[in-house]
């Protein structure tokens, strides 16, 4: 059977395009979907290609890296990022939910800094090691 033919129930499928950010090559893809499903593909030149605009379509996810306060370090920001690309409709609120967040020293890379953020089962990780530093009139009992 030809994907490419009408459904059963007429012409009610519709297209959509995105751009594949899988490499630096930048695939134009393009999604045949019919209501929420996808039934068609095109434009990939590799499989993560075909998944990517699946999941583009179906559920657009977008990976967050920033930065968030920490306390008792060398600097006062210490870059995080989330352990894997989170909803894009939630990216603003995860934004926010970081805004006012503060860490202590001292963090190791790869850290969980945040638990399953918004409840999306996604940590958000320290990329950084950043060791405590001592404020002066402190001694190593501290
Ligand atoms: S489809 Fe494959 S080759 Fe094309 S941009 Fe995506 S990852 Fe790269």
């Known amino acids: 059977m030809n994907d490419r033919q009408p459904t059963a129930t007429g012409d009610d499928r519709s297209t959509h395009v995105y751009l594949c950010t899988g490499c630096p090559l930048g695939c134009r ?16 030149s590799c499989r993560k290609g075909e998944r990517y605009g699946r999941q583009e379509h179906l559920d657009p996810r977008r990976p967050l890296s920033t930065t968030i306060w920490i306390e008792g370090a060398a600097i006062r920001r210490v870059p ?44 958000v990780i320290v990329t950084r090691d950043l060791p405590a530093v001592r404020r002066r009139g402190q001694t190593t009992a501290d």
């Open 80 to 123: 995080v990022r989330t352990a894997a690309p989170i909803p894009r409709d939630q990216l603003l609120a995860a934004v926010e939910a970081l805004r006012g967040l503060r860490i202590a020293a001292p963090v190791r890379r790869g850290e969980v800094a945040v638990a399953d953020l918004l409840g999306t089962g996604i940590d």
């Open 29 to 44: 893809l393009e999604v045949d979907a019919v209501d929420d499903d996808v039934v068609e593909v095109r434009g990939f």
